[in-house]
């Protein structure tokens, strides 16, 4: 059974099926990830398995770290990650996780941040058509109307007006995972993941409709 992972978008290519279709793909590099923690109810109140993932240098953890790590295993790790289960049963403290408990054909939420854009103006944000090109315009790149009048006079909240744009996590559902490469530790997922090459990645069995996401 698959817990969930964390892992390492490598970039996006092709993958060709049996009838010789190409089909775009997410190269993601899946763990191993290593059980820092097992919660159970007695004495948590609940039931949890926390993951760690990319080993990191000893000076960039910090001694609380370092000890609770210590417990599992020796090697520092960068990403910690919990995942609620209804049992803990069979799991051990520094076991690894690895895409080998995933399988081909299986369903997967992503989930990740997607690519800083910085601040930016109404058309890159929110696909606001431009004004007039011609001369004389003085309206190229501007808002327009923002808000009513003498009543209320101000700006109703929500309005979609320049800003930061990007960087948030957002969840791609229900993607499906075409082939598992256990000695290179890849998943090669359907589909388009959020973030850029780099990003960190939270990989999950795919979540049955009208079923409450376990945090």
Known sequence: MSIGILGKKLGMS?????????????????????????????????????????????????????????????????????????????????????????????????????????????????????????HGSKNHREPGSTGAGTTPGRVYPGKRMAGRYGGKQITTRGLTILKVDAERNLLVVKGSVPGKPGALLDIRPARRVGVPAAN
């Open 14 to 134: 092709q993958f060709f099926d049996e009838e010789g279709k190409s089909i775009p793909v997410t190269l993601i590099e899946a763990g191993p990830c290593r059980i820092t923690q097992l919660k159970s109810e007695a004495t948590d109140g609940y039931t949890a398995v926390q993951l760690g993932f990319g080993e990191t240098r000893d000076k960039l953890v910090n001694k609380p770290a370092k000890g609770h790590l210590a417990k599992s295993g020796e090697a520092p790790l960068r990403h910690l990650k919990e995942y609620r289960l209804e049992a803990i049963d069979g799991l051990e403290l520094g076991a690894a996780v690895t895409v080998g408990d995933f399988a081909p054909g299986q369903k997967v939420d992503v989930s990740g941040d997607t690519i800083g854009r910085g601040f930016s103006g109404y058309q890159k944000r929110h696909g606001f058509s431009r004004g007039p090109m011609s």
